[in-house]
């Protein structure tokens, strides 16, 4: 597969949602262009007023969101600060994209911030094909989730670099992205995770190469907010978990509304200080069973990088007699529909037992691994005891 090469002009006249800048790969130099002035200027003068973005639907009926071409320049400028990072290493030379860029992430990583950075950038959105030859020897690779699987069956072009930065900003972290780090070779990665939102932008970042991975800092233009406006939310549970709400000057806008003041992003946290916090999870993803806290995020990428299947969802329900609870769906291997041993896997690994496990054809997922709605099973298999 090749990479069709665009001018800028061409890549912004044509749009972040359109389908040929999304669905075919392509490469823009925008090392060609001139400084930085000449760059701003070129996309500022080119971008609407408002970018549109739509949610995935996830947590709720999909809808359109507006955010600024201001401030859309604005936080690639700080995606573009954050993979710089501030050792002594050269900056990144080239930039290789798989987020499609009708998503909010997509746009800001793969088609602004090279424009802030001033080099060139390849993007592709499917697993099979070549990858680019970028002649640099620093890339950053923004990075969905199946793109660690991809890394690492190509070690060899990982090899030929003396470091990738990876920004990362979707799901939780899969597995193969540890195992991804570990292969490639000792500090030859940097890992930049940005937690953000389609309503949000990015709210928070860490960066790290090895070991536990750091706390989470905000954004340099966000803050945890509090006041009559938004009042401190209280804590959930004894170990001091609070439901999230943020200030922030890029939050997006509905049609015929505007900005908010005030954001709650859907996580628990827990604040180490004004600036940082640990991610417990997501509200509606953190469940107890029988006194139990389970993460499912976290329990499903576990699941999914050692149960023999081609996907599966854990989805929290509740139940009349023990209150919460999680069902299992489970997309089998062709030709096989015995859940028996998933069923025993998952309950081992899980350390409870689902109350159900569900047989599904497919698992409706967004580009960037999310499941947009709750699965209807084929089949139902009976109640699990």
């Not at 329990?299 to 069902?327: F, K, N, Y």
Request: proline fraction near 9%; include cysteine; glycine fraction near 8%.
């Amino acid at each position: 597969m090749g990479y069709q090469e665009l001018t800028p002009k061409a890549l912004l006249h044509v749009g972040h949602g359109a389908d040929e800048v999304n669905d075919t790969a392509w490469s823009v130099r925008w090392d060609e262009v001139g400084g930085f002035a000449e760059r701003e200027d070129l996309v500022l003068g080119m971008l609407p007023p408002e970018l549109d973005f739509h949610t995935s639907g996830s947590t709720g009926p999909g809808r359109r969101w507006l955010r600024t071409r201001q401030d859309a320049w604005s936080e690639s400028g700080m995606l573009a600060d954050f993979v710089r990072g501030h050792d002594d290493r050269e900056p990144p030379g080239a930039v290789v994209s798989f987020a499609p860029p009708r998503h909010v992430y997509g746009a800001l990583a793969g088609l602004l911030m090279p424009a802030r950075l001033g080099v060139p950038v390849w993007y592709r959105k499917h697993f099979a094909g070549a990858m680019p030859a970028t002649g640099q020897r620093h890339v950053a690779v923004v990075a969905t989730p199946w793109i660690f699987a991809l890394l690492l069956r190509h070690l060899d072009w990982v090899r030929s670099f003396d470091h990738l930065t990876v920004l990362y900003s979707s799901a939780m972290l899969p597995g193969d992205a540890l195992t991804f780090m570990d292969r490639a070779g000792a500090g030859r990665v940097t890992l930049v995770e940005i937690l953000g939102s389609t309503e949000t932008g990015g709210i928070a970042t860490r960066r790290w190469r090895e070991g536990e991975p750091p706390v989470w800092t905000l954004f340099p233009d966000v803050r945890f907010a509090a006041g009559p406006s938004a009042p401190e939310p209280v804590a959930v549970e004894a170990d001091a978990a609070i439901p999230m709400v943020i200030h922030s000057p890029r939050l997006a806008r509905r049609p015929d509304e505007d900005p908010p003041d005030h954001w709650p992003t859907g996580d628990l946290v827990e604040r180490v200080d004004d600036r940082t916090f640990r991610l417990v999870g997501r509200i509606g993803r953190l469940v107890k069973v029988n006194g139990r806290r389970i993460n499912l995020d976290e329990s499903e990428h576990i699941l999914r990088a050692a149960v023999r299947c081609a996907d599966l969802a854990l989805v929290a329900v509740s139940d009349p007699m023990t209150g919460e609870q999680v069902d299992l769906h489970v997309v089998p291997e062709t030709g096989s529909e015995d859940v028996a041993p998933i069923l025993a896997e998952v309950s081992a690994l899980l350390g409870v037992r689902p109350r159900r496990v569900h047989l599904v054809a497919r698992l409706d997922r967004s580009e960037t691994g999310k499941l947009r709605q709750p699965p209807t099973p084929y089949s139902q298999p009976g109640r699990a005891t």
